[in-house]
């Protein structure tokens, strides 16, 4: 398959529309494991400039620490979701690997800055559409996302996988915020 924006879009359209599709075949690609790097990083750099232009563009001035800040911190939620979704997975008896998984989240990443564009360009247009195009986001990362794992894992029940991301996510948050109180961080009062 040629990398040329027209099969880029057509990629994306197809994961907006049958993720699962997609994502079989995102993993048919045979992606070195150089290139699934470089495709994490390179989402990770686009996601903190829209992210930074959308800060700037509200009058907040821009992220607190700066760019290299926030590139640190996507870097860390997305590689802790890599873990978590190729882990987890795992553990309930899916076949996903690392590479694998770091293929589909990077990608995945890159189809939500359709979204991060929409929500920039609403700013300067129609700014209350911002939240709704949020919440959009949501609610097709979270169907995207469970398509994806389906294929990953090879899981077979979309129910059972979305109940499985949604205990997930609130297990990691509270062993997060063990983990951080146990640091010593935490709100004050």
Not at 11 to 40: H, I, Q
Not at 130 to 143: D, E, P, Q, S, T
């Amino acid at each position: 398959m040629e990398l040329n924006l027209a099969t880029i879009s057509a990629l994306v359209r197809e994961t907006l529309s049958r993720p699962r599709e997609a994502a079989a075949r995102l993993l048919a690609m045979n992606v070195p494991d150089d290139a699934r790097w470089l495709g994490f990083v390179i989402v990770v750099v686009l996601s903190v400039i829209l992210g930074q232009i959308s800060v700037m563009a509200m009058g907040e001035g821009g992220f607190a620490g700066g760019m290299l800040f926030m590139a640190m911190f996507q870097t860390s939620i997305l590689l802790g979701m890599v873990v978590a979704v190729q882990g987890i997975g795992r553990a309930f008896g899916g076949t996903g690997t690392f590479p694998d998984t770091l293929l589909l989240i990077a990608w995945l990443q890159f189809v939500m800055l359709v979204f991060q564009f929409a929500q920039l360009v609403a700013l300067f247009i129609i700014p209350p559409l911002f939240g709704m195009i949020a919440v959009a986001a949501l609610v097709v990362f979270i169907w995207m996302l469970t398509q994806f794992i389906m294929v990953l894992h090879g899981f077979t029940s979309a129910l059972r996988v979305l109940i499985g991301i949604i205990f997930s996510f609130f297990g990691v948050a509270m062993l997060m915020a063990i983990v951080l109180s146990m640091l010593g961080v935490g709100a004050g009062v």
